[in-house]
Structure formats: C-alpha cells, structure tokens
C-alpha cells in the first residue's frame, strides 16, 4: 500500500521536538551570520575576502580535467535532446564515468578526484549554465548521495567499501522524503528493527529520491518503530526487496531518473549504518549543510547565462527605433542582473572557501546562499524570458526549425523552478535561520518563555542568567561607530559597510525586541522572523560584495574597478530592501493577512472560486482515464536496479 494512503498524528510540537534534537546545538566555530544576529559585525570573518585562484593559479590537474570537462559537455552533451527524450544517454553517463566525474568530491586515497570544495563547485557553476539534469545527476550523487555522509561519519570500513565504487561511476541516491514527509521529518514511517543478529530489517517507501531508477546505492533514513529514532543506512539498490515502483516525471528536468522506491524486509548489515544509531537526521542535516553549497554555485551558472543571453539580444534587439536594452524598463532589469550576478557569486565563492578552510561553522552561511541565490536567480530567469519576449517562452526545437538561435530559456525555467523548494525549501531556510538567529536569546531567556518553567525556576533564571547578559548586551547594541571614518580603507565602498554595521546592531535590536513583544508566540510569527533573515541575508551580500571588490582592488586585477560599480549598485539596492524590511517589521499587515488565510482556508471564499472546472469536476468528469485510473509508469528499465 502506498503510504500516502497513511495517515500519521503529529503535533506541530512534536514536529520542533524532533527538528530541534537533530539541530547541531554548539558552536565551535566562528560563523559571520551567527555573530550578525547577535549584532556583532564581524568583518574580520570574511575579510581580507578569500579571491579564488585565477586560471593560471589553479592546480594544473585540476585544470586538466575542467577542460577536459568542459569539451566533454561541448562535444558529447545534446541538453535539448536530454531534456526532449526525458533519459539520460549511456554515452554521456559512461564518459561522466570515464571523466570521473562521479568521483570529484571523494579523496584520492578511495578513487576518487580528491577535489576541494571550490574546485568540484566550479564544475557545478559550469554545469548549472549548461544542463540541470546532469547538475542533479551529479549533485544528488555526491553532494547528498553516499560519498558525502560516508566522508563525514562512515566507518573506516563502509568508507572502504563503498567510495571507490561511488567514484568509478556506480550512482547514488540520498532516501529521506516520503509521501507526508516533506519538510518535516517527524512523520517519517520507514522502519529500521534490529534482528537477533543485530543486522537491520527495512520495510517502508521513499519518495523523489533523485537517481532512485539508476542508482546502485542509496542513503536511506529509517526509524526505529519503539525508539522513534531515526537513523541513516547505505542499502544496496540490488539487494533483495528492494524495488522502483515509480519513475517520477516533472514539469522540468526531465531527465531525472526520480523514483518512489519501496523496501520490503531488506536486510541491511549492522555494518551498513552510518554514524550512530538514532543520529540519522542529524548525518543528514549536516551532509546539507556543505552538500547544500551545490545549488547556489549551479545557480551563479544559471545567471551568468541569462546575463550573456540579455546582453547579447538586448543590444541586438531593435525596437521602437533603439536596442530594447537602452529603454529604460529593460536596461533596469540588466542592471539588477548584472549586480545580483556579481553578488550571488561573492557570496558562493566566499560560503564554499569558508567550508574548504575548515576554520568556520558554515551552516547558516550556505543555506544563505541556497535561500538568497535560488531566489535571485528565479527572479532573473523569469527576467530573462521577459527580455526574450516571445522567443524566450518558443522551445529551442522549434526556434531551431524556424531558423533561429536555439537559446533555451523556457528550458531553464522549467528546469529551474526546483531549485526553490529541494534541498530545504525556502521557507524551511527562513525557519532554519530564524531559529539561529534567536538561539542565544533562547539560551538565556529561554525559561522565561517556556511554559513548562515554574516562577521559581524563571525567577532564578532571570537573576542568575537574564540580568547579566542582557544589562551588557543590550545597551551595547545601541552604541558603537557606524560612521565616518570607519571602514575609510575602502574608499568608495566604505559607506556601505558602515551601514552594514549600524544595521546589524539594528538587526539584534529587531530579534530582541520581538522576544519581548511576542515572547513564546515568535516562533508563530514568520513573517517579522522571515524580515529579519532577510535582513541579515542582504547584510551578508553586501559585505561580502565590498570585500571581495576590495580584494580585487588590492590584487591589482583588470576587473576591480568593474566589480567596484556592481557592487556600488548592488549595495544601493539592497539599502533600500534592507530599509522596508525594517519599516516592514512594525508596521504590515500580518495579522490580518493571517486571518484572512484562515477565513480561505476555512472555506469562506469559495465564492471566488466559481466560474472554473474545480479540481475535483475535472478529475472526474473530464478526464477519468488519464486522471483516476492511474497506471504507474514503471521506470524503463529492462535491467536488475541498480546497473545502468
Ligand atoms: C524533483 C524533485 C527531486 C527531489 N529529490 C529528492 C531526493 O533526492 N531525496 C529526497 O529525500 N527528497 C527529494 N525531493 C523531495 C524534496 O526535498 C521535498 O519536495 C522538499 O523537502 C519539500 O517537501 P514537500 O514537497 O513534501 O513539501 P511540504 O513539506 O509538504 O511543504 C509544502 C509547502 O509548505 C512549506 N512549508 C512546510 N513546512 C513549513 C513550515 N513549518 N513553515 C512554513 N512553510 C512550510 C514548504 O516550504 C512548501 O512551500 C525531491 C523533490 C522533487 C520535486
């Protein structure tokens, strides 16, 4: 049986029980965006910016294989053929093997390329302009499949046993959604119980699991049905029980080899866990925390396609007697991309070093950059389209018949779209970030607002915690210098670290304000905690724009003076967003907008929904073969799973 046909109960505060355990609760790192929250502006943590090797500077094996890389998707890669047949062609994937591709972020010593972060996020930059069903096939494999929670917390010998083979090409695929486990993984229903022999029996369904109809080997998370928890488990595709019951189909990435996969009594080995028992979500949100870093690289790809495809047919374009580019509603939206571009890359390059030199805790960081970069980009590819007018929305097939260039910008919306909801959605970025934004608050006054605490226990509390921190802390975030001179090495670009910096005491004034006002109910209210990670997201772009221009000043490269501009513009606008969000915090309308919301969903404005075919009329009425009597597309394979 299906499990969407399950029903479980869970409360939404056995949900954050069971987020909030799997949560990395110390810090032993520095973290800039950690320190933002709590008003500190810690430039130092990202400045002098860490500039990227330059081609000639990069490791000469490394070069080789972009090149090399690079030809490949020249010569070898049809994108509109991928995307048009929906499958992946041997050919591609055995040369991605020969390449050894599948191995770019697995040490030398297991077969693998043995890359760096910034060097195998080059290649997911690269890709991301070229082909989004092969950025997923290679994503999904190493940056969330096997090698990554083998790297962090496998045994020496699962580690032994399972790289090389990831790195010769055999695909895998990370397991943890199931059909009412979206965003919240307390619902999860796969089971994991120990036999008398201590190996592990499976039983349950997956559901989107990205590479499922190809994969040899899969990440599966399953919890203990006494215990409730959940832990993380390398299970061979071919193993016995083990089936595709369904290849999932898109709107976009077409390609992509998704499956719902069944497990029916597998037996999976004691040796086949990975890390410690009960600690499977917290392998799997800190295999995210790195592995997520691979959409916002891709993402700068996407960009700084839809950047060159503007360019070039903005300045080609004749309309009403000018090139479309120089009317001034298009030439805005050039602007914005090109210094949303700059940005998105100085926050990618600069997250995916900080993971590479190991002397920062990146997790909000990188899921800045997956929150911040998936948006930006969806805004320029629906830009882009707009700029290609008709052509932008024709297929690059039926541009290329016509004569055309075959510029496929559809595609890449189509292909796109994902980016905003897989690998934490981002809404579920927000929350992720709004709960650390909060975190030291929760660790002094947290007893005050938690109704479980007796008065004795919050008056302790409250002298022995509360009046220390807060008598220093508080009085504090009003005072410091934001202002001239401050920051006067930058030149040009120093008023926006300075107002970078007022704003950040601003900023943990805002967080700490809330706590006051709404006290326990914060945590209800998403849209002011939403606000303020998108404050402390831009804040975090912005410095990291002037750094990085800065660098590019001191290094005497061509391109300062041109990264200076981008990110002068860049700055300005995000000033002007970082001012409503602020004006935004006290004065909207939430409240009745949330009361609204409930009224709709309450069923009190289902008078706006008459006039059309609604859903349940067209299901049955209109098509009830194609709709109802669904026959599940079985995954073409004439093959055992788990060969390709
Ligand atoms: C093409 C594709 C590939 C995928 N690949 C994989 C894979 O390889 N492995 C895997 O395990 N999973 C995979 N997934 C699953 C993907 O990660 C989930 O779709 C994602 O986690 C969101 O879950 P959901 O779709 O069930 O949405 P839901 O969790 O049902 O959420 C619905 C909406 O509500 C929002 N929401 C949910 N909770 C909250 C909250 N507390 N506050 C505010 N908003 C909230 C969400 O952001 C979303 O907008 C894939 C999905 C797709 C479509």
């Known amino acids: 049986m299906s499990q969407g046909a399950h029903k479980v109960k869970v409360s939404e505060a056995e949900a954050m029980e069971v987020a909030e355990a799997s949560r990395e609760k110390q810090w032993r790192k520095p973290s800039f965006l950690r320190e933002l929250f709590l008003g500190n502006f810690r430039l130092d943590l990202l400045h002098p910016y860490p500039l990227p090797p330059t081609e000639e500077e990069e490791r000469p094996e490394f070069r080789a294989f972009y090149n090399a890389f690079e030809e490949f998707l020249r010569n070898e890669v049809d994108s509109v053929e991928i995307d048009h047949s929906g499958e992946y062609p041997d050919h591609v994937v055995d040369g991605l093997r020969k390449l050894g591709a599948f191995g770019m972020k697995i040490p030398k010593e297991y077969g693998g390329l043995g890359f760096s972060q910034l060097e195998y996020q080059r290649i997911m930059q690269l890709l991301g302009a070229v082909d989004g069903n092969l950025s997923a096939l290679l994503s999904a494999h190493q940056s969330i499949g096997v090698p990554q929670p083998l790297k962090l917390f496998g045994s020496e010998a699962l ?62 998370m ?35 080899a998704n499956a719902v996969i069944s497990f029916k009594d597998v037996k999976v080995p004691a040796g086949n866990l990975i890390g410690e028992e009960g600690k499977g979500l917290k392998i799997a949100l800190t295999t995210l925390n790195d592995g997520r870093l691979s959409i916002p690289n891709g993402s700068v790809g996407a960009a700084k396609l839809c950047l060159e495809i503007c360019r070039k047919w903005s300045s080609e374009r004749v309309q009403w007697g000018k090139p479309v580019g120089k009317h001034e509603a298009i030439a805005h939206k050039i602007a914005d991309m090109a210094a949303y571009t700059y940005a998105m890359e100085s926050i990618a390059d600069l997250a995916t070093q900080m993971a590479d030199s190991g002397r920062f805790d990146i997790r909000l960081e990188a899921a800045a950059c997956k929150e911040w970069n998936t948006f930006r980009t969806w805004q320029i590819v629906d830009e882009t389209m707009q700029i290609r007018g008709g052509r932008g929305y024709e297929t690059e097939r039926s541009l290329a018949a016509r004569g055309e260039e075959p510029i496929g910008v559809e595609r890449m919306m189509r292909d796109y779209r994902i980016n905003k909801i897989f690998e934490g959605s981002t809404e579920i970025m927000h929350l992720f970030m709004a709960r650390e934004a909060v975190d030291k608050h929760l660790e002094v006054a947290g007893s005050i607002l938690d109704p479980r605490k007796s008065m004795e226990e919050k008056a302790t509390d409250f002298v022995q915690k509360m009046v220390p921190f807060y008598a220093t802390w508080y009085p504090s975030r009003w005072f410091g210098w934001g202002h001239y001179p401050r920051y006067q090495e930058f030149g040009d670009l120093a008023g926006h670290l300075r107002f970078a910096e007022r ?28 606000r303020l990670v998108d404050v402390a997201n831009e804040l975090f772009a912005m410095a990291a724009s002037v750094s990085r221009a800065q660098a590019l000043r001191q290094a005497r490269r061509p391109e300062a003076e041109k990264a200076a501009e981008l990110t002068d513009v860049f700055c300005r606008m995000a000033r002007r967003r970082v001012r409503g969000l602020f004006r935004d915090l006290w004065s909207n309308d939430d409240v009745r907008k949330y009361q609204l919301a409930l009224r709709v969903l309450d069923g009190r404005h289902v008078w706006m929904e008459r006039g059309i075919l609604n859903l349940d009329a067209s299901a049955r009425e209109i098509k009830p073969d194609r709709m109802l009597d669904r026959k599940p597309e079985r995954a073409p394979v004439d093959r055992p799973v788990g060969t390709h």
């Open 503 to 530: 704003n950040t005491r601003r900023l943990a004034r805002q967080v700490f304000h809330g706590m006051v006002v709404y006290g326990p109910k914060l945590q209800n209210k998403q849209a002011f905690l939403f």
């Open 159 to 220: 580690k032994k046993e399972y790289l090389p083979r990831c790195a010769a090409g055999e695909i895998s695929a990370f397991a943890l959604t199931e059909s009412q486990v979206g965003s919240d993984p307390a619902r999860l229903l796969t089971t994991a119980v120990q036999n008398e022999d201590g190996d592990y029996v499976l039983n349950g369904e997956k559901l989107w699991c990205t590479n499922g109809t190809i994969a040899d080997l899969l990440v599966v």
């Open 222 to 256: 399953a919890r203990d049905p006494e215990t409730k928890k959940i832990s993380a488990f390398v299970v061979e595709a071919a193993w016995e029980g083990v089936h595709v019951e369904h290849r999932c189909r898109f709107m976009g990435l077409r390609a992509l």
